[in-house]
């Protein structure tokens, strides 16, 4: 057992903190900006719907590649060549994001009963799926890209329908965290309102 004394216990620990402080980060720094999707239709306060006669549709999250499931906002330089948006990053992950973007759209724009795929129906509805291809900045356009392959299938797995949907908005000045968030938003409202209006219109 020893002892140390106050003076020496408040010297040696702020030896410690000093020499810490150059290799150990407490919490990574705050972006300065977050982004989200805002739809651009939107369920009105009170409206309502019976689920039955197979309307119901589960949408699910969509897959992504690694460089799509991130908050950081990706450019593509070249064919090969990616790089990230510094200052600025997503409130999520872009693809739980996006279907509740493509949920709040077909809601919205459709008389489907919208449902997530932890919740369960029985009136043999159906189910929307599918992989964001493409979710971020073209640097040679200059433009948001949004590009998501929507698969629909039924209640027991068989594919009805499969389609790719893209939609693009140009990017006014620099590829910065202040010109990027409402291209993004508008490229994937056309992808959500497009996808809304096919999915209704699948039959089985």
Known sequence: MFHMKQGGTIAALATTVLLLSGCVS?????????????????????????????????????????????????????????????????????????????AETISATTDRVVLDAGQFSGDGGQRLSGELIAFGVDGAA?????????????????????????????????????????PLNRAANKVAADVAAWADAVKE
């Open 26 to 102: 407490f919490g990574g720094k705050p972006p300065q900006q977050l982004l989200t999707l805002d739809a651009a239709q939107k369920v009105q306060p009170g409206s309502g719907r019976v689920a039955g006669g197979g309307r119901t549709l589960i949408v699910a999250d969509p897959e992504a590649p690694k460089m799509l499931d991130t908050v950081r906002v990706p450019v593509l330089v070249s064919p090969t060549s990616v790089a990230y948006v510094v200052k600025v990053q997503w409130a999520d992950t872009p693809r739980h994001l996006f279907r509740n973007l493509l």
């Open 142 to 182: 200059h433009s948001a890209v949004v590009t998501y392959d929507a698969v629909l299938t039924t209640p027991a797995g068989l594919a009805l329908a499969r389609q790719r949907f893209t939609a693009s908005a140009p990017i006014n000045g620099k590829i910065e965290a202040n010109t990027i968030g409402m």
